[in-house]
């Protein structure tokens, strides 16, 4: 595959990869050019042991993302730079309670009402 005439280097595998139980890629070219549907279908002759290892996989993919995601957000110049600075102004000012004494102080008035 090539992008503005420049050729890509192959996909290296997730490590323990094994081409027959997983995909490296979806719909993307790569590998065995493997489709969503196609993918989908060969999950589906996986073992339950085999789906509960993929689906950890999968998961701990997610995490990733999101981490890596959050940490763009508040770095310098992210989306949340600006409220990042806010939250720590607030901290600063003493406008802020520990998270404890405001889920305690909840738990009472849900205790309270419910007598």
């Known amino acids: ?3 503005g005439g420049e050729a ?6 997730p490590t323990g990869f094994r081409k027959k139980e ?5 719909n993307s070219g ?3 050019g493997m489709t969503v549907e196609a993918i989908k279908e060969e999950i589906g002759h996986l073992s339950e042991p085999e ?3 993929l689906l950890d996989w999968l ?3 997610e995490e990733a993302a999101w981490d890596r995601e959050i940490e763009r957000d508040f770095a310098p110049g992210g989306r949340g730079e600006r409220l990042m600075a806010e939250v720590e102004a607030d901290i600063a000012a ?3 309670r ?5 889920l305690a102080e909840a738990k009472a008035r849900r205790d309270q009402s419910g007598s």
């Open 22 to 26: 997983f995909a490296v890629s979806l």
């Open 30 to 32: 790569y590998g065995d």
């Open 94 to 96: 003493g406008r802020t």
């Open 8 to 13: 890509l280097p192959p996909r290296t595998p």
């Open 51 to 53: 789906r509960k290892q």
């Open 1 to 3: 595959m090539t992008t």
């Open 59 to 61: 998961e701990e993919q």
């Open 98 to 102: 520990p998270l404890a004494d405001v």
